[in-house]
């Protein structure tokens, strides 16, 4: 029997399709447009927005370098890299977590970057103290609450979240997710380990529902009536202020509450990015880092996710304005989000927060 | 023949060394898997897993089990029974359309249900609307749940119980029914003192397949929020890094899978099965009364249109109506017709190195049946951390060449056993003497199995490519675990986009894998309604 | 007490198809009745019509006065106390020996079953295998619990559809001959239906012969055999020759046959007599056990002869041959 031809066939396949094929959303448009391409740059995102790739196309079409991407889960990111090793034709990483620019930190899938132009843009406390990655825009976890059960001051600190009188009030979504990881990485350094772990437990035993959905369900459960506090990203509940009739309905019937300002502030976490440790564009990478933080780049990272800009005195998104005009945020070293993350699930599990 | 005598008497002979290879191909993922979870200590990770997690997951997935089985039998069982006794409005038609959600996987129904009998689903909404409660205000059977998952794998995978109990019906000895009658048994007594015992082997089975398949689900649970060991097996190896962790809970998983076949060997007991009747004469179907007909008509609709038309309606109206929404999923359809290609290509060679050794007994045969049998009752997730550790130990990365290859081996390893299938069947339908005779010119096993039961085997062969292709178009968590970087399948992005909440973008790969689910399960029923002994109607 | 079971004119169709029309049946008590037909000659209708399987297109049906079957009116099988035997046994596979004869004692209690499943078993020498699954019996095995399931409940008439014939030849006259005596001994109308001649005349006290859905001839069983009312149901009963009256060898029979007549006589009547006239030279002469068969050639004409193994002649001697009158039937020929 040639059991064998079926393997040679899937090495055909491998040799006719096996190639790179993350190409850009929009090759003929690359190669057609841009007469000339002076070089190349291949952006490995662990976002999936509609605007990247109008962003990327906005640089091709500026510096005349044409963008090829890869858009995948930040962990399948982390393990390709890793394999690709120093073949790796990853240029740029990108990420909307810092705890995940800090595995690829850790994982030395990333290289230092000497930039000026960064270094005074961005704030320190959004930057990899060894500038291995930038924070390009940031967003807030905060608390979202029914105004017709909850009053504000019932719900303005995260421990609110675990208080006895909100039993049966809570919605969250799966403590598996990025978000939740990382907020909890911020209160093991807040709290200690075992505060934060009884708060866990305390907003389990809160729990309206069993974890599910994303942060949009959680906003929808409240306005729907099931629960009347959550735990959401702020650009989340600001796009729904921009989405669908019944979108719009269920997010009139809720409020955000901007946790701990009378102490740390509320959490913060960026997306940002990084120089690939083998990147073999360096310049272009640094080049498109820069171009982010510039007020094209800051614009189109955020116009759709609703993201707040890093840069002082960039454009603000539309939709924002619904947010309070000022408030405090978390100043925190954001590396340490990654650091805590496996501590972060542990506790979860542990509590039971599925 | 006891199989110390068999080791004894065994010759290797020129069929043996495919059959060998083939078995072995099969065998190394759930090996290799098994090996891992026994040797490795499974890490800090499993320490954690084993402390937190395994006894959520445990109970989830025997929790699981036990309410799908529960269904599933309270409904595939009666259903069956229905469209096989009586005659009723439709009946004809319902005897096949309940076989077709066997083409959507339990994950797609999972997207569906989930959005349908959501908070913000038509269902909910309306009632809030009307009623102007909030959702405190009412109960609403909640889709993301324990009950909820049973649910969503009792509407994909019923048609496999009802598959062998429809069988079991149709063939048993109309003659012992009858002589049931003449002893007096009313019709209820007839159902559960005679058809079902009768039909309980073959009931079994079917319910040890659908077992096997909701034991092995990964999307519906992932999606629907239910902690189940393989749900914990790719978390392990996805957010904890770490396979050996993940084999430890293969391991449990396999416990459990292993004990579903013992249990199912067990039913059949001493008690004969089916005695397969000598002489077929027509299931004289009674002809239930006008009111009674109707009603079993409104069972049927009623269960075709839940386990079906229901969910994927909702799927089609969530393309139709958000058409902004759906993302591209070009280079995912060339994935997947590559990466299912590949696999159903090997799985095909191998099931017809299995299919044409079937039928010349031997221990070498034997083993090759044996180990892709065993694989097929191996969940993905499994078998995939097999290849994964497999690669791991050779230091091949996931990005290139290795990891196709990789995927498309387990996929074989998995699929096979159903490939060969109807290849087997086909096989079946040739007298045994036309092999006993190519034997007797003088002609080697080898030269028997290629120039005397290939052309006959090649007769099924194409439904068995089918089926290996769909299987391996449909399967999920494995798929997850080892397609090569930057190749997403279907089945991978409608889990993807479910996962973001973007369900109107999950909706349209979701229908494509459903509508090449179809396929087969169109071509299973056809074969079904030409192959019935004795049945003219 | 027993009673008949009576079909009168009772007729079946399958759509435009009659496939059993007009047959009119009685069936005595503590008499077997074998209905002898070839396939398709509606045998298994006629009794599905009797057991209530299926639904009757005209006439009637009848156990002593009581009406069963009647055109759109049918007492279903399970009401009607007529026990049933099958080709394939139809035992059922999940239970024992015991449990399958006890299945229609459900009425008696279970105690009361149980002793009466036994009494059964040991009546038919089962005793032994009373814990055996039917996969676990042999073929006789498996029939005589048949008939001890059917029995059991004391119906009050008993169908029997091929009984005997999956069953080994070797087993088939004993396995038989206990099944028939304790049927016998229940003094009920029973049924035989089978397509086996030799069955039926060693079986039954009657003979009922099924052709086309129509009934040809009913009576004693000695009685057909020796007074067939035609060719067909002669040739039914057994192997003969036929011979037409214009092909008959001179001085073979004494009577006038009429023109257009046929004869036909069974092998055995037609006997070795070297004082005979009339010759005949044997072709072939084949043993079957203690008879031998001889396939004869008499001017022209063959004729089929079973005579005694010690006495036969060898192929190619020349014999002299007469006719046994009693076995020797003259019809006006309907098929010729």
């Known amino acids: 029997m040639k059991w064998y031809a079926s393997l040679a066939t899937a090495c055909v396949f491998l040799a006719a399709c096996g190639a790179p094929s993350g190409d850009s959303g929009e090759p003929e448009a690359a190669a057609e447009s841009v007469a000339e391409p002076t070089g190349l740059l291949n952006v490995y995102s662990a976002r999936h927005y509609d605007s990247d790739k109008e962003l990327y196309k906005r640089f091709e079409d500026e510096t005349g370098i044409r963008v090829r991407f890869r858009e995948s889960g930040a962990a399948e990111l982390l393990e390709a890299m890793k394999a690709e090793g120093d073949n790796s034709p990853a240029d740029v990483i990108i990420s909307s977590d810092a705890g995940t620019l800090y595995r690829f930190k850790d994982a030395g899938l990333m290289q230092p970057v000497e930039s000026e132009l960064l270094a005074t843009r961005i704030p320190e406390h959004f930057r990899d103290p060894d500038n291995h990655w930038y924070g390009l825009a940031k967003r807030l976890r905060v608390i979202v609450y029914d105004p017709a059960r909850v009053e504000p001051e019932q719900v303005d600190e995260y421990a609110d979240l675990a208080s006895a009188n909100l039993e049966g009030d809570v919605c969250m979504r799966s403590s598996t997710n990025i978000y939740n990881l990382s907020l909890m990485g911020e209160l093991i350094d807040r709290l200690g380990k075992d505060t934060a772990e009884a708060w866990a437990r305390s907003v389990v035993a809160n729990f309206a529902r069993p974890p599910q959905g994303g942060d949009t369900g959680q906003i929808e459960a409240i306005a729907a009536g099931q629960c009347s506090v959550a735990l959401v990203n702020h650009y989340y509940w600001v796009r729904m202020t921009q989405g669908s009739d019944a979108q719009r309905k269920s997010v009139e019937k809720t409020m955000l509450s901007f946790p701990q300002q009378d102490s740390w502030g509320a959490h913060v976490n960026v997306t940002g990015a990084g120089v690939a440790a083998h990147a073999p564009h360096k310049e272009a990478a640094i080049q498109f880092i820069e171009w982010l933080a510039g007020e094209e780049g800051q614009f189109l990272l955020t116009t759709e996710t609703k993201e707040i800009p890093l840069v002082a005195g960039a454009e603000m998104p539309e939709g924002l304005d619904r947010l309070p005009p000022d408030f405090k945020e978390s100043i925190f070293p954001l590396n340490q989000l990654g650091e805590n993350q496996a501590e972060a699930q542990a506790i979860y599990d542990r509590a039971g927060w599925n | 023949m006891s199989a110390l005598a068999a080791i004894r008497r065994f010759r290797f002979r020129s069929i043996d060394g495919p059959a060998l290879l083939a078995g072995l191909i099969i065998a190394v993922p759930v090996v290799v898997t098994l090996f891992a979870g026994l040797m490795n200590g499974g890490g800090e990770a499993w320490t954690h897993i084993r402390d937190t997690l395994l006894t959520g997951y445990t109970t989830g997935t025997l929790g699981t089990l036990l309410l799908t089985a529960l269904m599933t039998l309270a409904v595939a069982v009666p259903a069956a029974w229905l469209v096989t006794m009586y005659q009723f409005p439709g009946r004809g038609l319902f005897e096949w359309l309940l076989i077709l959600p066997l083409a959507a996987p339990g994950y797609v129904l999972a997207y569906a249900y989930a959005d349908l009998m959501g908070l913000m689903g038509p269902f909910q909404t309306a009632i809030r609307d009307v009623t102007g409660w909030t959702a405190r205000d009412y109960w609403f059977p909640d889709m993301r749940s324990l009950p909820g998952l049973a649910f969503v794998l009792t509407c994909a995978l019923y048609p496999y119980v009802y598959l062998t109990a429809r069988a079991a019906f149709v063939s048993q000895s109309v003659c012992a029914l009858e002589a049931a009658r003449s002893l007096g048994a009313s019709s209820a007594r007839r159902f559960w003192q005679v058809a079902l015992p009768a039909a309980r082997p073959a009931i079994a089975a079917g319910l040890a397949l659908t077992l096997m398949e909701a034991a092995a689900d990964y999307g519906a649970a992932e999606f629907l929020g239910v902690p189940t060991l393989t749900f914990g097996i790719v978390r392990a190896w996805q957010s904890f890094g770490e396979p050996a962790a993940a084999a430890r809970l293969a391991l449990v998983l396999v416990v459990i899978v292993i004990a579903l076949i013992l249990t199912e060997r067990h039913t059949r007991g001493r008690a004969g099965s089916q005695q397969s009747s000598t002489r077929w004469r027509s299931v004289s179907r009674a002809r239930l009364p006008r009111w009674a007909g109707l009603g079993a008509m409104a069972a049927c609709a009623l269960l075709f249109l839940t386990t079906f038309v229901l969910p994927m309606s909702r799927l089609v109206w969530l393309v139709m109506e958000s058409q902004d929404q759906i993302a591209p999923i070009g280079r995912a359809l060339v994935n997947t017709l590559i990466l299912a290609g590949s696999g159903a290509a090997l799985a095909f060679v191998l099931a017809m190195v299995i299919a044409l050794t079937a039928r010349q007994s031997g221990l070498i045969a034997g083993f090759a049946r044996l180990m892709a049998s065993t694989g097929y009752a191996i969940p993905g997730a499994v078998l995939a951390l097999g290849a994964l550790l497999v690669m791991g130990y050779l230091d091949i990365t996931l990005t290139g060449a290795g990891a196709i290859v990789a995927l498309a081996w387990v996929y074989a390893s998995r699929f096979t056993t159903s490939g060969a299938e109807p290849m087997v069947a086909a096989l079946g339908r040739a007298p045994a003497s036309m092999g006993y005779a190519a034997e007797s010119l003088g002609a080697s096993p080898l030269r028997r199995a290629v120039s005397v039961d290939l052309p006959v085997a090649l007769s099924g062969a194409m439904a068995g490519a089918l089926i290996l292709f769909v299987e391996s178009l449909k399967e999920l968590p494995a798929t997850l675990m080892l397609r090569p970087f930057n190749w997403d399948t279907l089945s991978v992005r409608a889990n993807a986009y479910a996962t973001d909440e973007r369900l109107a973008a999950a909706a349209l790969p979701s229908l494509l894998i459903t509508l090449a689910g179809l396929l087969p399960v169109i071509l299973l029923s056809w074969r079904l309604s030409h192959s019935r002994p004795g049945d003219t109607q | ?336």
Request: with cysteine.
């Open chain 3, 1 to 336: 007490m027993s009673v008949h079971l009576t079909a009168t004119n009772v007729t079946r169709r399958y759509g435009p198809t009659a496939v059993v029309e007009g047959v009119s049946l009685t069936l005595e008590p503590g008499n077997i009745t074998a209905l002898l037909g070839g396939s398709g000659a509606g045998k298994s209708t006629l009794l599905r019509l009797f057991a209530g399987l299926e639904p009757l297109d005209g006439g009637e049906i009848r156990l002593g006065d009581e009406l069963l079957s009647a055109p759109g009116k049918t007492v279903p099988a399970e009401k009607r106390r007529i026990g049933l035997i099958f080709q394939d046994f139809a035992l059922f596979p999940h239970l024992t020996a015991a449990q399958n004869v006890a299945f229609g004692l459900k009425s008696r209690g279970k105690e009361a079953a149980r002793l009466l499943a036994a009494e059964w078993l040991e009546r038919l020498g089962l005793t032994d295998r009373a814990g055996a699954y039917p996969h676990e019996l042999s073929g006789g095995e498996q029939q005589r619990v048949a008939i001890a399931r059917a029995l059991a409940p004391e119906p009050a008439a008993i169908l029997m559809d091929e009984p005997f014939s999956g069953l080994d030849p070797a087993l088939r006259g004993s396995v038989r001959d206990t099944a028939l005596a304790a049927i016998r001994e229940a003094g009920i109308p029973a049924l035989l239906v089978t397509h086996d001649p030799t069955e039926a005349l060693e079986s039954a006290d009657c003979i009922a012969i099924l052709q086309g859905g129509h009934l040809l001839q009913q009576g004693e069983a000695a009685e057909i055999y020796q007074r067939p009312q035609s060719a067909a149901i002669a040739a039914a009963l057994g192997p003969v020759s036929r011979i037409r009256a214009a092909d008959l060898p001179t001085g073979l029979v004494g009577q006038d046959v009429p023109v257009g007549a046929e004869l036909i006589v069974r092998p055995e009547g037609v006997l070795q007599d070297e004082s005979s006239t009339v010759r005949a030279s044997v072709t072939a002469s084949q043993l079957t056990g203690p008879l031998c068969r001889l396939l004869l050639e008499c001017q022209g004409q063959s004729l089929t002869a079973l005579v005694p193994r010690m006495t036969a002649p060898k192929a190619g001697t020349e014999i002299g041959i007469r006719l046994d009158p009693t076995l020797t039937f003259i019809f006006q020929s309907a098929d010729s």
